[in-house]
């Protein structure tokens, strides 16, 4: 398929938040494709041979000759995502239950088969930042490469996560609120690709109270464990916003049109007990012996056959994941409007101003 225009400001992101400089060669190679992807053939006057800097990026831009615009496009778009994959893949160490450091807000460890995903904010309940949603699809990206057979998603501290950093939408780009909006949108639509198309067993171990989206992506995975702790709880409505994580579509198909309802329109929270009466939880185990319990079970898991697993998981989902990227994109493209709305810019302002919580 070739990248679109929205993969292409998803890369072009996804540069700026590289965390080792590519060098000089790769840098030069992405700046030619920018520019032929953008103005098509280079069409600047050749720099004086003394100007180096400006004459090596004539010579790579100059290099791609008549390459069509939508190549150079695609171009750009794999090779930023080469160098994400090898820097995210650099992380996975092999070895025992190694913490991965060069992630801000996640902990990543490897071991016995089982990559585990950990949310590493407990000061702000594990609220998803920006740069937290990078890591997140670098992660699932790694995971999904390594040696590892299923890969778990868990909180830690006493919140499972508390959904989207309500404080994201206060970093105003040059462009303004819309450009935010649509920057936000094309992240968001990234951000649930990654899930969509996750091909080993995802498992959500939900330790604590979980929030907004990390609760409607639950819907694409593949076991959720939870603790009797766990609520439940997407309060769109309070907060002027609509659907994500394909939950207009999964949800309704788990749980029944109208509980679906009372969760995404009305903002009920549910209890452990009751999302697994619902069938959006697999099991609920008490608090106590919940870690102990949910690893026992998951290292047995762990040891079947990975390929037998794959391929399994590719037979349940595979029908669905057309159906499902639309949705995505729909609800993407719906909430970058109601991110504008003046009912989501109340709701974030009385949270931010500390007037009103959930
Ligand atoms: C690309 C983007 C797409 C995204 C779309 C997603 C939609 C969603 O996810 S909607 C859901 C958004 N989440 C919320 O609305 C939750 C807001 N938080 C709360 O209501 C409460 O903090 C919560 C009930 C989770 C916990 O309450 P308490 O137990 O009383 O703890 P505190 O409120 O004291 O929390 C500690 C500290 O963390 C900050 N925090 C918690 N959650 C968030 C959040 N989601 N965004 C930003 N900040 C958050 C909270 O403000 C506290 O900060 P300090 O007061 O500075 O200590």
């Given at each position: 398929m070739r990248a679109s225009q929205e993969d292409f400001e998803s890369a072009m992101n996804q540069v700026k938040l590289l965390?080792?400089?590519?060098?000089n060669e790769v840098k030069l190679r992405l700046y030619a494709l920018y520019k032929q992807a953008t103005e098509g053939p280079c069409n600047m006057p050749k720099p004086g041979v003394f100007d180096f800097i400006n004459k090596a990026k004539w010579d790579a831009w100059n290099?791609?000759?008549?390459?069509?615009k939508e190549t150079a496009r695609q171009n750009y778009v794999d090779l930023v995502s080469s160098l994400t994959s090898s820097e995210s893949s650099s992380?996975?160490?092999?070895?025992?239950?190694?913490?991965?450091?060069?992630y801000e807000n996640l902990v990543v460890t490897s071991e016995d088969g089982i990559t585990k995903i950990m949310f590493n904010r407990p000061t702000r309940k594990n609220a998803i930042s920006t740069q937290m949603y990078q890591e997140i699809m670098l992660a699932l990206k790694a995971a999904s490469k390594d040696d590892s057979t299923i890969t778990v998603v868990t909180g830690n501290g006493d919140y499972y996560c508390s959904g989207n950093?309500?404080?994201?939408?206060?970093?105003?780009?040059?462009?303004g609120v819309e450009e935010k909006a649509k920057q936000s949108a094309i992240m968001l639509r990234d951000f649930v690709g990654t899930f969509i198309d996750f091909p080993k067993p995802l498992i959500a171990v939900v330790n604590g109270p979980a929030v907004g989206i990390s609760v409607t992506i639950?819907?694409?995975?593949?076991a959720v464990y939870a603790s009797d702790r766990a609520t439940f709880h997407t309060p769109f409505s309070h907060l002027g916003l609509s659907p994500e994580g394909c939950a207009s579509y999964t949800f309704p198909k788990i749980m029944g049109p109208a509980k679906a309802t009372e969760m995404l329109i009305f903002g009920k929270k549910l209890t452990a007990g009751e999302a697994c009466a619902q069938g959006l939880v697999t099991e609920v185990f008490p608090d106590s012996t919940f870690q102990k319990e949910v690893w026992t079970r998951l290292k047995a898991y762990s040891k079947l056959p990975p390929n037998s697993m794959r391929i399994s998981k590719q037979v349940i989902r595979n029908m669905e994941k057309e159906k499902l990227h639309a949705v995505n994109a729909e609800e993407s493209s719906v909430l970058q409007e109601r991110w504008l709305s003046d009912e989501c810019i109340n709701a974030t302002m009385n949270f931010l101003s500390k007037k009103a919580k959930l």
């Open positions: 965390k080792k400089d590519p060098g290099a791609l000759g008549s390459l069509p992380q996975v160490k092999p070895g025992a239950d190694r913490e991965q450091q060069e950093d309500l404080a994201n939408f206060t970093d105003i780009p040059p462009g639950l819907g694409l995975f593949d």
